[in-house]
């Protein structure tokens, strides 16, 4: 079983940042993919970023690519994501997945592990 718990959210102005920070419970957390989910009111959840375990390959959504930035550190068992040129758009509650598989992609079914989620807040 892993546990994980996100924090760094926070209310912001746009083109500002914030580094969200997930961390992990367990002992295999650099075999497992780890991903960063949104989701705004009224819309579905949606993928954000993911990391792969072991190569760390990355991986985003169109919208983010160029602005956002997942990484990982193992020793820490903590995944980031950090967050640059915020805009209103990105006004979300964010949610930090593991795949125990090591799978990495866009589907939510496939992450095993959820956060509980931590508000981000963009002020335009």
């Known amino acids: 079983q892993v546990q994980l718990v996100e924090s760094g959210g926070g209310l912001v102005q746009a083109g500002g940042s914030l580094r969200l920070s997930c961390a992990a419970s367990?002992?295999?957390?650099?075999?497992?993919?780890m991903g960063w989910f949104r989701q705004a009111p009224g819309k579905e959840r949606e993928f954000v970023a993911t990391?792969?375990?072991?190569?760390?390959?990355?991986y985003y959504a169109d919208s983010v690519k160029g602005r956002f930035s997942i990484s990982r550190d193992n020793a820490k068992n903590t995944v980031y994501l950090q967050m640059n040129s915020l805009k209103y758009e990105d006004t979300a509650v964010y949610y930090c997945?593991?795949?125990?598989?090591?799978?990495?992609?866009?589907?939510?079914?496939?992450?095993?592990?959820w956060g509980q989620g931590t508000q981000v807040t963009v002020s335009s």
């Open positions: 997945a593991a795949s125990g598989s090591n799978w990495y992609g866009e589907s939510a079914d496939r992450y095993d592990y």
């Open positions: 367990g002992r295999s957390f650099s075999t497992y993919a």
């Open positions: 990391i792969a375990g072991r190569v760390g390959t990355r």
